[in-house]
């Protein structure tokens, strides 16, 4: 699978230097909570500020456990969601300022392909002759939904677990048109996804996601070859042997439970499950993004300029 993928994904998209077709900017989305279906009983803090920009025929991966909020960070730059705050500009428009016919030409512009293929074809027009068809497998429901999300023809694909629900000996088919639309549409494309064997051929670059904001944004290569964030050590720890077939999941989620995004932990979110975790520090402050190389963010405390010694000693530990 991986060898097919590498000969179908050698060829990366040119970038474009410009304009970034796509800019977040500290990002909210809260569900409000309400007991009983009354009283209100809190928010669910789903994207708790959440910064990134994307170029034209960009491919990003964003990566995390369940529960992160991955998908309504996805549904927020749909248009799906409101954003509680922050900012989503899209081709230089904010969606905030679209009134409705603007956010109807918005959704021309973006293309969605979901998790469950079957959920996603809902049965009308001439699709629906299709869905009748007994014997139209998973895989081929997914290149439907593909095709009905490129008709519109998007500038930008998002793709929340695309090949999850599919056997294995289908995923690399369905990625295979992914990657050949992207190429060919100049398509930029977040692929959201639980497989790091096929990241690394999709991606130009990947984003972890842990708790409602992105700990690690770096290029694919660069993340992989030298992980910073402990969290992000936790996950490719988890992921034994992320080139063999068979390993196409989390082998398991990094120790401890993930946190409630209803009161998540003050200061850095992880930092009940982190083995590195500094008290007065990281229970206190939430960490900003450092930039320890070029293009390459973690918010942690322990890429601090100023906490090199603490840094050194952790080094130590992983070597
Ligand atoms: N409409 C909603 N109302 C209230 N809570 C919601 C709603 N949608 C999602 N949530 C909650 O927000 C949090 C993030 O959910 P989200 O679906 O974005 O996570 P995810 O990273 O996509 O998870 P998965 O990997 O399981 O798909 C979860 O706690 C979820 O229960
Ligand atoms: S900020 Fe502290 S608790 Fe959070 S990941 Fe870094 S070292 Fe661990
Ligand atoms: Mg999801």
Known sequence: ????????????????ESEPLLLIHDLHVWYELRRFGFG???????????????????TIAVVGESGCGKSSLMKTILGLNIPTSGEVIFDGENLSKLNNKGLRRYRFKVGYVQQDPYGALPPFMNVQKI????????????RVVIARAML????????????????????VEVLKLMHALQESHGLSVIYITHDLSTVKYFSRRIFVMYAGNLI???ETRRLLDNPLHPYTHALLAATSD???????????????????LVNPPTGCRFHPRCPHFMAGLCDVEFPPDFE????????????DPSRRAERSSVEAQLQ
Not at 1 to 15: K, Y
Not at 40 to 54: E, P, T
Not at 135 to 142: A, F, H, N, R
């Open 131 to 142: 869905l009748e068809e007994p014997t139209l497998s998973g895989g081929q429901q997914q």
């Open 292 to 303: 320890p190389e070029p293009g390459h963010f973690v918010a942690c405390w322990l890429y």
């Open 216 to 218: 690690e944004k770096a």
């Open 1 to 16: 699978m991986i060898t097919e993928l590498r000969e179908v994904m050698m060829n990366t998209p040119e970038i474009n």
């Open 40 to 58: 209100h009983a809190g928010y669910v803090k789903a994207v708790d500020g959440v910064n990134f920009d994307m170029d034209e025929g960009e």
């Open 242 to 260: 992320p080139d063999a077939h068979n390993a196409d999941t989390f082998k398991e989620v990094p120790p401890g439970e993930p946190p409630s």
């Open 152 to 171: 519109r023809e998007p500038k930008l694909i998002v793709a929340d677990e695309p090949v999850s629900m599919l056997d294995a000996s289908v995923r």
